[in-house]
């Protein structure tokens, strides 16, 4: 199983971006898929996930601003970013669960400056 994300970029403050990471090579569903982060020098946060049954948890510092879907016929889990700031910088992964098994996505760097 491989995760490839994409999506990320440059964006000024205030900006949006949306991000994407899609499953290949699996033909069963994912129980729980989400986005981690990690900004230089820090370790790595968890960002928002969602569930097969579509419930969502947020980290306190991007409720309201960021929104996380899924498209489980497509194995494929989105983060809607809006209102960026500059802390938001960081690598972002994806994670996919299902049951013991864990997948990681090679990261997608979002950068939001001026």
């Known amino acids: 199983v491989q995760l490839q994300a994409s999506g990320g970029g440059l964006v000024q403050p205030g900006g949006s971006l949306r991000l994407s990471c899609a499953a290949s090579?699996?033909?069963?569903?994912?129980?729980?898929m989400g986005w981690y982060r990690q900004a230089p020098g820090k370790q790595r946060e968890l960002v928002a996930h969602i569930s097969g049954g579509g419930s969502t948890n947020y980290a306190d510092s991007v409720k309201g601003r960021f929104t996380i879907s899924r498209d489980n016929g497509k194995n494929t889990v989105y983060l809607q970013m809006n209102s960026l700031k500059p802390e938001d910088t960081a690598v972002y992964h994806c994670n996919f669960r299902r049951g013991a098994l864990e997948y990681w996505g090679q990261g997608t760097q979002v950068t939001v400056s001026s």
């Open positions: 090579g699996s033909i069963f569903s994912f129980n729980v």
